[in-house]
T-cell receptor, first 112, second 115 residues
Framework: DAKTTQPPSMDCAEGRAANLPCNHS???????VYWYRQIHSQGPQYIIH???NNETNEMASLIITEDRKSSTLILPHATLRDTAVYYC?????????????FGKGTRLSVIA | DTGVSQDPRHKITKRGQNVTFRCDPI?????LYWYRQTLGQGPEFLTY????????KSRLLSDRFSAERPKGSFSTLEIQRTEQGDSAMYLC?????????????FGPGTRLLVL
């Protein structure tokens, strides 16, 4: 079973920031938080991951709370092409490890 | 394009037929995963390889399913005697184990419809 809880759906106006929450209250100290997204009829796309510090890349920012029990993925200026299902996944830190366990994710609709 | 590729992208078959899918991982990646995704659900793990060794199979992988990665590069997933319940998107992902943090990169998937 997925170790994360996400809202089933969210809307965001085009050009605004999309903030996608994820609860992972049972996360352990050696587990990373990963985010993937899946645009309709395509394979999942890796977005970002983090352990305890906030992370930023060209796609998004990841904010992890100090207690690590929740995180937020931020798309700073959402476009229509960001409409997708977003998956938050926790994964053990050491390499060579477990397959990804996907939940149902959050369906983000970006509205013009 | 140096990403993960899958072939075919779509397959329609009749119940009882055998089908085979191919996955070509990112060239230097030593680990290869197969997942299955049904409508409205997230992907579910089927099996994975490290180089040519198949290290884990999920309980979803019935005896009608077989996967190979003979030379540690591309992989094939075969389904024998297909059933309507096999209709799904079959996804392949690859990663490089040995780095501090393993990140899996997915292909576009093969969508199977069993009539």
């Amino acid at each position: 079973d997925a170790k994360t809880t996400q809202p089933p759906s969210m809307d965001c106006a085009e050009g605004r920031a999309a903030n996608l929450p994820c609860n992972h209250s049972t996360i352990s100290g050696n587990e990373y938080v990963y985010w993937y997204r899946q645009i309709h009829s395509q394979g999942p796309q890796y977005i970002i991951h983090g352990l305890k510090n906030n992370e930023t890349n060209e796609m998004a920012s990841l904010i992890i709370t100090e207690d690590r029990k929740s995180s937020t993925l931020i798309l700073p200026h959402a476009t229509l092409r960001d409409t997708a299902v977003y998956y938050c996944i926790v994964l053990l830190r050491s390499s060579g490890n477990t397959p990804l366990v996907f939940g149902k994710g959050t369906r983000l609709s970006v509205i013009a | 394009d140096t990403g993960v590729s899958q072939d075919p992208r779509h397959k329609i078959t009749k119940r009882g037929q055998n089908v085979t899918f191919r996955c070509d991982p990112i060239s230097e990646h030593n680990r290869l995963y197969w997942y299955r995704q049904t409508l409205g659900q997230g992907p579910e793990f089927l099996t994975y390889f490290q180089n040519e060794a198949q290290l884990e199979k999920s309980r979803l992988l019935s005896d009608r399913f077989s996967a190979e990665r003979p030379k540690g590069s591309f992989s094939t997933l075969e389904i024998q005697r297909t059933e309507q319940g096999d209709s799904a998107m079959y996804l392949c992902a690859s990663s490089l184990v040995g780095r501090r943090v393993e990140t899996q990169y997915f292909g576009p998937g093969t969508r199977l419809l069993v009539l």
